[in-house]
Every structure is written in C-alpha cells, then in structure tokens.
C-alpha cells in the first residue's frame, strides 16, 4: 500500500513539473483589398481554413474565382490576419517570410504547372533569418519571368517568390518578408476574434493572359512559428483568376445642342422686322400730333 501510494505521489508530480504541450493556435486569411471576386467583392475570406500552401490536398485551389488583375505590372494584396483559435496569439519579435503559390492549368496542350515557395524562418536567439525559397516554371513562352523573393533583414526571415509561365501566359507573386509583417505584428497579442490589417502581405509581380480561359492560381500563407508556448497554424489562402474584367459601357453620346429651324429662324426675323416697323409707326405719329399742338 505505502508503494502505490508513492507511487501516485510521485506520478502527480511529474505531471506538476513536466511542461504540458503546446496549446493550436490559428490564424485565417481573408484578402482584403487588390482582388475581385466574380460577383464584384473585394473583400475575400479564405474558403477552407485548415489547409497550408505546402499540403498534399489543395482542394480549395480553383475557388474562389476572380477577375484577372487591372494591370499586368505590380498587384498589391492587403490581407487581414485574424485569430480564429479559442488562446490568445502571442507573435514574436522577430517572424518568417510570407509563402507564396502560382499556377496555371487549362491550357490547352500543357498540364498542369504548380509552384510552391516557402518563406524563411527567422533566426534564433539573434541569429539571421533564411532566405525564402524561389520557385519558378517557364515553358514556351518569350517572355523570360522574373521572380524573386524578399530579403532577409536581421533575424527576421525573407518572403518567397514563386511564377509560372505556360504558352504566353504567366503569374508571378512575391510574399512580404518578417521584417515587413513586424511593424505590424511584431510582440503583439491577438485575442480570439481580434484581427489587424497587413497591406502587401502580397505582391503579384507580374501577370499576362493570352489564353481565353485559362486558369490563373495563386497563394499565401505564413509558415508555423511558436510563441509563448503556442505553436501557431496560418490557414492558406488561395484564389484563381478566370477571366478578363468586363469592359464598362461607353457613355451614349450626348444629344446635339437644340438651334432654330430655319423656317423657324425666318418667321423669327419677320417678327422682329415687324415690331421694328410698328415701333417706327406710332413713333412717327406722335411727333405730328406734337408739331401740330405747337402750331
């Protein structure tokens, strides 16, 4: 008997002292300004919160569907971070670059064509953050595609870079480094429910659409990092351009400004000729009526 009892002394211990694990957090992404969904929103929740850009099980790539960009050089993407786990977020000071996906399929020919770029790690105690990683697909296409990350600066980790060109189409998307999301975030603490406002989280570098419909994919999210004992999940968010903006009516041209027909302008002369003339009349008149009254 004195042995169990020891013996649940000492396991009761144990789980006292023994660290216990690290509670999930999670952060969701929605977009909210750069891009327009099909039915005219600019503001874009992530459709499926659970899934990261390096998951085997994509399924959410394809929706929702948006209108290609307004123009072809440089797409800036404000995106919300919002704490969507039952603990608080702790972010550190110093953070990992943004991960970044491109894509594109359904053109005709080619198969399919993903990449995936992660963004970099910050750096452990005072050490410099990694460098994000580059990915980058160019088949049959004149056009040589530029891609390219964001630096690393101090211990804060780079952004990813990631594009695909297939047959003169392409995208290119660049993700904001650690040090860019730290002005934001750095040491700050989200509540559940609480979120902040990230403006380039993203950048879409570069985009060009030769084929109609053509399935134009891309994506971010923020590489897991731990914070106060939280190990914290970033729920990918993904899109598809399919098609070009509608072009806006033209403005009808406005009615001519309205002037006299011309009958209409003759019959208006001959009614001030004929005022003039009565006018002259009765002037005429009265000077006889005065000469005579003076004679």
């Known amino acids: 008997m004195h042995r169990l009892a020891r013996s649940a002394v000492l396991t009761t211990l144990l789980f006292l002292v023994l660290p216990r694990p690290a509670s999930a957090g999670l952060l969701s992404l929605t977009v909210i300004s750069g891009v327009t969904d099909l039915l005219g929103n600019t503001q ?16 959410q790539l394809g929706s929702p569907l948006l209108y290609d960009p307004e123009t072809e050089l440089l797409t800036s993407v404000t995106v919300r971070v919002m704490n969507t786990s039952d603990a608080a977020v702790l972010f550190p000071e110093f953070l ?34 990694v460098d994000g990683a580059i990915s980058r697909t160019v088949l049959d296409t004149t056009y040589d595609l530029y891609v390219a990350g964001t630096p690393v600066a101090g211990s804060n980790g780079g952004g990813g870079g990631a594009g695909t060109a297939v047959a003169e189409n392409w995208i290119a998307i660049q993700g904001a480094s650690g040090a860019d999301l730290a002005a934001y975030l750095s ?47 970033t729920g990918a968010w993904t899109g598809t351009f399919s098609e070009a903006l509608p072009v806006p009516p033209t403005q009808p041209p406005l009615p001519p400004s309205t002037v006299p027909e011309p009958a209409s302008a003759a019959l208006l002369l001959g009614g001030l000729a004929l005022g003039a003339g009565r006018r002259g009349l009765a002037r005429a008149r009265r000077d006889r009526r005065e000469d005579g009254a003076r004679e």
Do not use: C, M
């Open 44 to 59: 874009v929740p992530d459709p499926i919160l659970q899934e990261s850009l390096s998951g085997s099980t994509l399924t």
């Open 96 to 129: 990992p670059g943004v991960s970044v996906l491109t894509g594109l399929n359904a053109i005709p020919g080619y198969s399919s064509k993903l990449n995936v770029a992660a963004g970099g790690s910050a750096g452990k105690d005072g050490a410099a953050g």
């Open 187 to 233: 040491g700050k603490t989200l509540a559940p429910g609480e979120w902040i406002d990230i403006p380039d989280f993203a950048r879409i570098t570069a985009f060009h659409r030769l084929t109609d419909g053509g399935r134009f994919a891309f994506g971010f999210d923020l590489p897991t990092f731990n914070s106060g004992g939280i190990s914290v999940t």
